[in-house]
């Protein structure tokens, strides 16, 4: 069936075909699911999508073939490959490739993305990247005279105006459901996401904005140690109300508070920006920890994970440069975040101390490697990338046991700071973003926050404070924004951008 000479507009209409077979199943699985296909309007549409989809797409290849065969072939063979990849995300994650996910995926570290090698990958891989690639690589494909290829184009382009008119009434459901739709089909969605995100990069990647100067107002010794969650969702809390108890040490705590909150976003970068500004915007201002560090306060960063704003600290602290003090199987775990760190509070000189603990205890899919063995409290476990492979009852399990670990991370943050006596303290735990666990088929995050489920972006704010020091009000529904107004009350510093009614703290 497969020459080794083929015409250019049997190449492109092939091209186009197989295009549609291996990578449109996402697209137009949730077309059906949005139309009312029993209605002559809705099957209207799905055929001409169809037909669009394939005469759009055969055009495009054909227009690229026609002006260089090399160049064609070239980004065909990377199409496929990468279509592959998307696809096997797409359909065993359920996640979207818009604008934040390629961010994501751009910022994704080695050790996180081999998290996700699996065989079902490595069989959408060869099936459908590298078995077209080598047929696009070795057919010699054979052009058209100038004359037929002005017919051949401008008649395409005559066949597809004509069906986006014809549908001129379904206009606005496409418009209602662009987001999804903009992020399924395949090699448009990560080609035009990509752009935009490096549109945005490239705007986001000017100096941050300063703010205006802060001045500390007492010499009282205080220190605030801000714990930045990743992919909690307050709702496996059980002080969230949850039925199996994932908070054995926090639940006994006295100066204990916990709020209900939303995330700004459903994944990291943004999550974690907002944590740290002082009001939630696109534009890059100066975030707390470089705020603070100019403007006199001691800052530590200790991080597990990624993904935050450009840090301008002296002591930003890494896995790596946190190894050589720390002993024993926590550190190869979240608990590495803690080492050595009371001591390097008691060694500071200044009065008004911030540190900051990246973790990345509840990030998947493999939970269940993100804590210590004495922490499988809740078994069986899913110990594959796919989550879709587990039962809905191992996936939490394991999902269950890094709350776990994340409630002994903070309580022995919060043992820490009740041994410094000289010191008034207080510690927030606040998560980037929730987490779907197979909930509406979704798993892990990143599906943009006007149409994300509520577990990816419910998140829990919890807060301690030391006897004598700060209260906490009846905070009702708190955001990430609260935590920069709130450092600046607890530390007792002035600042013209400082917003009372911000802090969680009386
Ligand atoms: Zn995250």
């Known amino acids: 069936m497969l020459k080794n000479n083929v015409k ?5 209409l092939l091209m186009s075909f197989l295009n549609f077979l291996f990578f449109h199943f996402p697209f137009f699985s949730y077309v059906v699911k949005n139309v009312d296909y029993k209605s002559f309007n809705g099957v209207f549409l799905i055929i001409s999508l169809i037909i669009v989809v394939l005469v ?36 065993t994650y359920g996640v979207l ?10 910022n994704t570290n080695y ?21 077209p690639s080598i047929y696009i690589i070795k057919v010699k494909i054979i052009n058209e005279t100038w004359k037929r290829f002005g017919i051949t184009s401008s008649l395409t382009l005559l066949l597809i105006l004509t069906l986006v008119f014809a549908n001129a009434s379904n206009w606005l459901w496409i418009d209602k459901n662009a987001k999804v739709i903009g992020a399924l089909p395949m090699p448009w969605s990560y080609v035009a996401n990509t752009y935009l995100f490096y549109k945005d990069k490239f705007k986001s990647n000017e100096k941050e904005i300063l703010l205006p100067d802060a001045t500390i107002k007492d010499n009282q010794k205080s220190v605030v140690v801000l714990v930045i969650g990743e992919s909690a969702r307050s709702q496996n809390f059980s002080l969230y109300g949850y039925k199996k108890n994932t908070n054995p040490l926090l639940s006994k705590m006295d ?8 995330s700004c976003a459903t994944y990291t970068t943004a999550g974690v920006k907002c944590i740290l500004e002082h009001t939630n915007t696109d534009k890059l201002y100066e975030i707390l920890p470089n705020y603070l560090y100019r403007n006199n306060v001691e800052v530590i960063w200790r991080t597990t994970n990624w993904g935050e704003p450009p840090v301008h600290i002296k002591n930003y602290q890494n896995r790596e440069a946190l190894m050589p003090n720390c002993k ?33 205890t509840s990030h998947g899919p493999t939970y269940s490697k993100k804590y210590p063995p004495q922490f499988e409290t809740f078994k069986p476990v899913c110990n594959s990338v796919e989550l879709g492979n ?12 890094t709350i776990v670990y994340t409630d002994y991370i903070l309580s022995k943050v919060i043992e ?39 577990e990816q972006y419910e998140i829990p704010f919890i807060v301690w404070v030391s006897n004598g020091s700060k209260q906490v009000k009846a905070n009702k529904v708190l955001s990430q924004n609260n935590v920069f107004h709130s450092v600046l009350n607890f530390l007792n510093i002035q600042s013209p951008i400082y917003d009372e009614g911000m802090s969680i703290y009386k």
């Open 255 to 262: 100066n204990l508070f916990h709020f209900d909150a939303t």
């Open 56 to 91: 759009v797409n055969a055009l495009i290849f054909y227009l690229i073939c026609s002006l260089s065969r090399y160049v064609g072939k070239f980004l065909l063979v990377l199409f496929f490959i990468i279509s592959a990849v998307a696809v096997y995300f797409i359909n």
């Open 8 to 12: 250019i507009t049997h190449f492109a």
């Open 390 to 401: 587990c039962s809905q009852t191992e996936l939490i399990n394991a999902y269950d046991n």
């Open 111 to 131: 050790a996180e993305s081999s998290s996700f090698f699996s065989i079902k990958l490595i069989i959408y891989l060869v099936v459908f990247g590298v078995l």
């Open 97 to 106: 490739i818009d604008k934040s996910m390629i961010g994501n995926i751009l």
């Open 416 to 454: 820490d700071l009740k041994q410094l006596n000289e010191y008034k303290s207080t510690m927030i735990f606040v998560s980037d973003h929730g987490e779907s666990l197979g909930e509406k088929n979704l798993y892990m995050h990143g599906v943009p926050i006007s149409i994300a489920p509520k």
């Open 328 to 360: 024993g199987e926590g550190c190869n775990y979240d608990e590495i975040l803690l080492a050595g760190l009371k001591d390097q509070i008691l060694a500071s000189k200044k009065n008004k101390i911030l540190i900051v603990l990246h973790t990345s």
